[in-house]
């Protein structure tokens, strides 16, 4: 509290993702296949990362009337 009306304050979150990868079929939204053209490989698809982590830091600040 800063006075009685107002107020101060400040959040610190940090967040630790552990490392994934998928293979699954993707749902396709497109109404042909997905491909680089005419006598060419199917694409195929993969989604993978390492470790990820965020931080983020908040401000507030309250005033009441």
């Not at 497109?30 to 983020?56: K, M, Q």
């Amino acid at each position: 509290m800063l006075t009685d009306s107002a107020s101060i304050g400040v959040k610190g979150r940090w967040v630790r993702y552990a490392k994934f990868s998928g293979t699954n079929e993707w749902d396709q939204w497109r109404g042909h296949a997905p491909n680089n053209g005419p006598g060419t490989n199917t694409v195929e698809y993969t989604i993978e990362t390492d470790d990820l982590s965020a931080f983020g830091v908040s401000l507030v600040m309250k005033y009441a009337v």
